[in-house]
């Protein structure tokens, strides 16, 4: 097993380093954090051999997610870390390798239901985040995305919490509340900085 933990500290070293070379080593981008944990999910999961509803579920998460982020970026909002980037490069590597433990012990969740309702979770999250791409007509339209003053924020964390219930009744699940607390208020703090150095008239 140790081994493919080196894999997964390589595979983050390898991606986070390159997109900080291509930055002059200013910034990398949040997508490449993902990118990073989605390859190493799909070598965990095949080396685990845990093909079911909470392994697969949460890659696919990790996926939309990053496929959120290229929106975002299409629209204005491109998420760049600048300041601290070792802590984000220490996450990756935490959340990598946790996902070995998540696919080792996604068989022995008490309930299903809770990990059921994940996705669900993730849409709402998802939508959200949509929301802050929408013009203020558009919005007029939709009455309850406009109660949300901070959509992206809190997209973000409506999709951590999603990740968070595919583990929340697995024999380790205090671990993934710890991991994904600690990463949701990293995501917060940074996303706080992409408002400033943006100066963006529009809340995210």
């Not at 380093?17 to 070598?43: C, E, M, P, T």
């Not at 696919?103 to 979770?121: N, Q, R």
């Not at 583990?167 to 671990?175: G, I, K, Q, R």
Request: aromatic content about 18%; charged content about 10%; proline content about 2%.
């Amino acid at each position: 097993m140790t081994i493919y933990v080196l894999i997964n500290i390589a595979i983050v070293l390898g991606i986070l380093g390159f997109d900080l070379y291509r930055h002059r080593f200013k910034h990398f981008n949040f997508s490449s954090v993902l990118i990073a944990i989605i390859i190493n999910g799909f070598i965990n999961i095949i080396v685990i051999e845990k093909f079911n509803f909470i392994a697969l579920c949460s890659i696919v998460f990790f996926l939309c997610w990053l496929g959120l982020q290229y929106y975002l970026k299409i629209k204005g909002y491109s998420f760049i870390i600048e300041e601290y980037k070792s802590i984000a490069l220490i996450f990756a590597i935490i959340i990598s390798c946790s996902l070995l433990i998540t696919f080792g012990t996604s068989d022995h969740s008490v309930y299903m239901s809770v990990p059921y309702l994940a996705p669900t979770i993730f849409i709402i999250g998802a939508v959200i985040i949509f929301s802050a791409t929408f013009n203020s007509n558009e919005l007029e339209h939709i009455k309850l995305l406009r109660k949300f003053k901070y959509p992206i924020m809190t997209g973000h964390v409506i999709i951590l919490i999603s990740i968070v219930l595919l583990t929340l009744l697995t024999p380790f699940w205090y671990v993934f509340v710890i991991i994904y607390l600690l990463f949701g208020l990293y995501i917060l703090w940074q996303l706080k900085f992409l408002q400033t150095n943006h100066k963006t008239s529009k809340q995210i």
